[in-house]
């Protein structure tokens, strides 16, 4: 085995991290120069990405056992020194960053990096957030990794300035430091309980804990649930969600559909984790299923009420984040496998529209609106105002520009509804047939509710997709948008990924099942982690 | 002290989240800050509090954990002091640009009625 092998887990942290450091070096001016650069890095992630999803579907090579890689930072051995665990969780979640930050990088090169300074050092470090929390086998630099990423989406989400993007940026900003300062709280409670912030040995610990202790510790893991659903946009603490995600520039927004997903990796971690130790509240259990019905309703709402593409963008993420946050709180543990596989597939959709609605958008004739009035009535702003677009400048148009859209939105709202024949409808076919199997042993009404939240929910963005898309496209007197190749290809390349998806849907299955099933075997984690503690992981 | 202690830092919780809900940017920086120093020292509280003891290793005192702190919580505040100064040093320019922009210092970018 080569030593490089050895490094690969902490690459996808470091690699960010140093490209980010030199694009800030190189002048604004030398866009080609930059814009190679980040763009080798972004798939040089993808690569590593892609490594990490192989070598953990086998087992690993020689200083690792089993299926988990650990990396201990400074050689540091575990309870002592923080590690990178790389499980298979931790490289689906790499790969679909990658994938989804290399798309939206190439979107952004037509124009959307010379609208603002710093855009591509900002698109690192976010990207090195990403990885660094979804690696990490440490609650306290978990909370570091989420203040990069978050700090890296301030200044991604204000890129270009202008009134909506501050105004919702401003609401973003505070409710994310008051999350942040929660997070604190409850590291520090967890930690005052536990004596430890490694995510493996708070496993083991938490079960020896005095009924004392315990209280405290469980409103600790309340406090760090608030956190994680606030991260998630779990209703009712995300009302800052639709504004921010329509505000921010189109690769950005696009790139934003993975942040959600953050927050439900932690949960789902930390669930898995806790679980034999009996979950605290917000971790499992009817509470979180509870919490994401409530939220796939009030985004199916949002998803009817909207007027707006951008804002039903956001919504989407909404629902798709409250279908994650029922699956993983539904009891038992039949929905995770198909719960990742819907992760995957609502993030690579979620991306891909919100790049769509902004081509769509782009020419669009606003005065010339049927609803023109009803706009102004619900003071909104008109987007043929917006000055501050940069002209395009690189690259070729694309032919047929009318048809790629059409076709794309089309493609993209069979994905958000669930629709045949693309990966959405696998996702939620999994996801209703894992429900309705559950169905017969127990109380069977969570999984009739289920049932009914996720196809009413697919029914509501069918019915604002159409209406939208009508207006859209059908409603005449509208220039044809001017598309780049380097607009359109990633945009397709997305889609695309999500139609290999649904074909290759029984491996992709097979791997997510596998996933599952190690993530309820928390005991291999430890074990990886803790290899002196094994013993006392009850195997 | 620990009365003390706790005291201090309920009164700049209270006070920080009070703030944090009024509608004027300022008024909401601020909250944010006295928040931060609120949690900074509820954090360092979590590592026991101590009088006259070292976190680091002294090899002239010997290695005894009964006479030293617990450096972990000390870390983590230094972490945690960093993070907050430039976030909130970062929610100052977006604050600056709000005022700019808007014309106003309303969380919302716009007076509401009498406010």
């Known amino acids: 085995m080569g030593s490089w092998q050895q490094h690969l887990p902490i690459l996808p942290v470091v690699l960010p991290l140093l490209t980010g450091t030199v694009l800030l070096l190189i002048s604004e001016t030398r866009h080609r120069l930059r814009a190679t650069i980040a763009l080798l890095a972004t798939f040089a992630q993808l690569l590593l990405a892609l490594t990490l999803l192989a070598m953990t579907d086998a087992q690993l090579p020689a200083p690792w056992h089993g299926e988990i890689a650990v990396y201990s930072l400074g050689n540091w051995a575990a309870p002592f020194g923080i590690v ?41 470090f976010l990207l090195m957030g990403l990885n660094g929390a979804f690696l990490t086998g440490d609650l306290f630099n978990l909370f570091v990794f989420f203040e990069v990423l978050l700090a890296a989406s301030y200044g991604l989400a204000l890129h270009g300035s202008g009134v909506a993007r501050v105004k919702a940026g401003l609401h973003y900003i505070v409710v994310n430091l008051a999350a942040s300062l929660l997070f604190l709280v409850a590291a520090a409670l967890i930690y005052g309980v536990t004596g430890t912030l490694n995510m493996a ?15 405290l510790f469980d409103i600790g893991a ?102 994650l946050l029922a699956a993983i709180g539904f009891r038992g543990t039949a929905l995770t496998g198909p719960a990742l596989f819907y992760l995957v597939s609502s993030v690579l959709g979620g991306g891909a529209f919100f790049m769509v609605v902004e081509m769509v958008q782009r020419n669009r004739a606003y005065a010339a609106d049927l609803l023109a009035i009803s706009f102004e009535a619900f003071g909104l702003q008109d987007p043929a105002s917006d000055t501050e677009r940069p002209d395009e400048t690189v690259g070729l148009p694309i032919p047929g520009a009318m048809a790629f859209l059409g076709l794309t939105f089309v493609s993209c709202a069979l994905l958000l509804t669930g629709l045949p024949p693309l990966s959405g409808f696998v996702a939620k076919f999994s996801l209703l047939a894992a429900a309705i199997a559950e169905a017969p042993g127990g109380s ?26 009508m207006r859209v496209f059908w409603s005449g007197e509208r220039s044809t948008p001017r598309l780049l190749w380097v607009e359109a290809g990633p945009v397709a390349g997305l889609i695309a990924l999500c139609a290999i998806l649904a074909l290759a849907a029984g491996p992709a299955t097979d791997y997510f099942r596998a996933t599952a099933e190690s993530l309820h075997n928390p005991a291999a984690y430890i074990h990886a982690v803790l290899p002196a503690y094994a013993g006392g992981a009850g195997e | 002290m620990e009365i003390v202690f706790a005291l201090a830092i309920g ?57 030293y702190t617990d450096p972990v919580p000390q870390a983590l505040v230094l972490t945690a002091i960093v993070i907050s100064f430039a976030t909130t040093a970062l929610f100052l320019v977006v604050l600056l640009a709000s005022r700019g922009l808007n014309g106003t210092d309303h969380v919302d970018g716009q007076e509401t009625g009498k406010e």
């Open chain 1, 444 to 469: 069977s009404l969570p999984s009739w509710l289920f049932v009914a939240a996720l196809l009413l929910s697919g029914l509501a963005g069918i019915i604002s997709l159409s209406r939208l898309g």
């Open chain 2, 11 to 67: 009164v700049m919780a209270g006070s920080g989240v009070w703030l944090l809900l009024r509608p004027r940017t300022f008024q909401v920086i601020i909250g944010l800050s006295l928040l931060a120093y609120a949690v900074n020292l509820f954090i360092f509280g979590m590592g026991r509090l101590r009088v006259g003891a070292v976190p680091v290793i002294d090899p002239l005192k010997g290695s005894s954990p009964d006479l």
């Open chain 1, 222 to 323: 309340v406090l760090l649930g608030v956190v994680f659903l606030v991260k998630a946009g779990a209703w009712p603490l995300n009302f800052w969600l639709p504004t921010t995600y329509a505000a921010a520039s189109a690769p950005v927004a696009g790139v934003f559909a993975i942040l959600t997903k953050v927050g439900i990796y932690a949960l789902l971690r930390f669930e898995t984790l806790l679980h034999a130790t009996g979950s605290p509240a917000p971790f499992g259990g009817e509470w979180l299923f509870h919490c994401g019905l409530a939220t796939i309703a009030i985004g199916s709402l949002g998803i009817l009420a909207t007027q707006r593409l951008e804002r039903l963008a956001g919504f989407l993420v909404i629902v798709s984040s409250g279908t």
């Open chain 1, 84 to 124: 990178l665990v790389a499980d298979r969780l931790a490289a689906i979640m790499l790969t679909l960053t990658a994938t989804l930050g290399s798309a939206a990088l190439l979107y952004s090169l037509a124009r959307w990096e010379r609208a603002g300074v710093h855009y591509l050092p900002l698109f690192q």
């Open chain 1, 201 to 215: 040995e708070l496993a083991l610990r938490v079960q020896t804990l005095s009924p004392d202790d315990r209280t």
